[in-house]
């Protein structure tokens, strides 16, 4: 059985105000050759379909065109569940028609999947969190976790439970959820863990909410995953990795497009899984297309700058300009350098004594950087890692329970 395992997609993101739908939609045109070229035979996407809760209309076609053309019209399934940034509600709510198409999407940690047959498949067993599919005279379980909120786990598992289980922490929950889950695993199936979530020691990008940086309220330990497990698929990461664990292979496939300066020095891919019927893996990193690449020009004077950006102006790019020099930029200058090249995100001029932007693509800011900036101004102090841990939890469940985005809103003026 050939099984590729991608995430991470964020479509409808920008980069400042640079749109990236037209990469997105080459990504998934490559996908697709790609799972024609290597005979794929089920496809995990592993949350982050969108890159925010309520996503915009041409992201949302884009999706849907997709999944027709991967699912090959219901004869490849298609294992879907939501990310941090997607509202389960919005990714559910297609699901009737999208099960006809073989799309699975696991929208909650308590979802059941309906069994029944279908051109190249079955679902032959279901449950909470889990189902059992039946592909070319194999079977395989998956155990299916999105991303979940430690009080959507006290509503949804923990809420019948004595105080001692409400006191455990969020890593200590998950692991009990999977323990239970594991129960499901059968010695003659393939069995794999999907899931979206941070696992301490893992490395992040700039792109990533910093949910689990502030506090680690949400980050779980590497080793919480049985050993019945073949495999473990995960999202949330943006860089391509293996968690490091002795019982069970565990991977972030990444995400397929590089959406900030941190994710310019190591390859985009996703992961395609071999597995044999005695269970033997081999797991195979696909590189994909840089479709428009991200430049950091680091350059020693404006006219450094001016002729670097004359070399590349007629490349599709990015580009982020960093001059390190102990004099400024007049406005000139600044005109000269946009001038010649396109889609320049930002100029910054790096000295001893500071470091100044002289111009930078704007975007609103964060609801986060809104609250800090709100506190700043009533209180006249930074706000503590516990309140701003606090208020992206609060924000996180508005935006999980009612499909809400606050991309746009503002908190004062």
Known sequence: MKILH???????????????IE??????????????????????????????SNPPINAEKLFFSAMKKLSKNGSRPIII????????????????????????????????ASCGEYDGFKIVNAGEGFLELSINNEN??????????????NKIIFSANNELNMQKNYSDKVKEILDNLKQNFKEDTINIIVSHLFVRGSIESDSERKIQAIGGSYAVDGNIFPKEADYVALGHLHRMQKVKNDNTLIYYSGSPIRYSQSETNYDK???ILDIEKNKHINIEKYILKDYKPIIVLKCDSYNDALEKC???????????IEITSETGLNAEEIRNIR?????????????DKEEKVYYEVQEEKSILEQFKDFYIHKKNL???????????????????EEGESFKDETIYS
């Not at 080459?26 to 697709?32: C, K, P, S, T």
């Not at 379980?141 to 786990?153: D, F, M």
């Not at 924000?395 to 999980?400: D, V």
């Open 140 to 153: 395989i379980i998956l155990i299916t976790i999105p991303y979940i909120t430690e009080k959507s786990i």
């Open 81 to 112: 569940i939501p990310g941090n940034h997607d509202s389960s509600s919005k990714l559910l709510s297609p699901s009737p028609l999208a099960s006809e198409f073989g799309i699975i999407i696991q929208g909650n940690i308590d979802t059941i």
């Open 382 to 400: 930074e706000p503590r890692e516990e309140l701003l841990n606090e208020f992206l939890n609060i924000l996180n469940e508005i935006e999980n």
């Open 310 to 320: 004359i070399k590349i102006n007629e490349e599709n790019s990015y580009v982020f």
């Open 339 to 351: 001038e010649t090249k396109n889609d320049i995100v930002s100029i910054i001029v790096k000295s």
């Open 269 to 271: 891919c996703v992961l």
């Open 6 to 20: 991608t995430s991470d997609w964020h479509l409808g993101k920008y980069l400042d105000k640079y749109s990236r």
């Open 23 to 52: 990469e997105q939609e080459m990504f998934l045109n490559e996908l697709h050759e790609i799972c024609e070229k290597q005979k794929i035979d089920l496809i995990i996407i592993a949350g982050d379909i969108y890159d925010t």
